[in-house]
């Protein structure tokens, strides 16, 4: 299977805890994306990377947020000091650099926080 | 990136057609329309774009109008696997997309 992993499917933590979520996009894709979803709402854009380099964060991601995507290859979105608001689904998609088509998506990680 | 307007629900009997209407009146020149859809528990999938002219691929058409304000989604046998919700979305070559409510489409026996 080539598309987009996400692990762990399914993620709970006590509140003040940090958590990463790891995202293995599709190979020859340059482009990673990070999108958020709360129950009843649309996927919101958190960041994006092209290569290694963050080039956009949303307003979204505060302080606690931070992701990585070493050597351009895997990325990993940690959260610390969780909080309640922060229980949703935590998306990645991938796409090759510069295209007008559709981004790939994993199945997120489902976070819970307690 | 324009807004976008759809329907919060819509029935769909199987084997129909499912048509899911989108209004973007405020999209410009270089905005294309996207449709992606989103199964229960799963992420989003790609299913189809256009900029002008109306496009097929084996999974729907889409069919702009020529003013380019609204757009229609054709799903032309639906069948119960098709349940989901489908966001409409409009950009330019930007990356972030923005998805909106969606459409929530139930296909029925």
């Known amino acids: 299977d080539t598309g987009v992993s996400q692990n762990p499917r399914h993620k709970i933590t006590k509140r003040g805890q940090n958590v990463t979520f790891r995202c293995d996009p599709i190979?020859?894709?340059?482009?990673l994306y990070w999108y958020r979803q709360t129950l009843g709402q649309g996927p919101e854009f958190l960041t994006y990377?092209?290569?290694?380099?963050?080039?956009?964060k949303s307003r979204l991601l505060s302080d606690r947020f931070s992701a990585e995507r070493p050597k351009g290859s895997f990325s990993t979105l940690e959260i610390q000091r969780t909080e309640q608001g922060d229980s949703a689904m935590y998306l990645c998609a991938s796409s090759p650099a510069a295209t007008i088509y559709g981004y790939t998506f994993g199945s997120g990680t489902r976070l819970t926080v307690v | 990136d324009a807004k976008t307007t759809q329907p919060p629900s819509m029935d769909c009997a199987e084997g129909r057609a499912a048509n899911l209407p989108c209004n973007h009146s405020t999209i410009s020149g270089n905005e294309y329309v996207y449709w992606y859809r989103q199964i229960h528990s799963q992420g989003p999938q790609y299913i189809i774009h256009g900029l002008k002219n109306n496009e097929t691929n084996e999974m729907a058409s889409l069919i702009i109008t020529e003013d380019r304000k609204s757009s229609t989604l054709i799903l032309p046998h639906a069948t119960l696997r098709d349940t989901a919700v489908y966001y409409c979305i409009v950009r330019d070559s930007g990356y972030a997309l923005n998805f909106g409510k969606g459409t929530s489409l139930l296909v029925t026996p």
């Open positions: 990377f092209q290569n290694e380099a963050q080039l956009e």
């Open positions: 190979s020859e894709h340059n482009r």
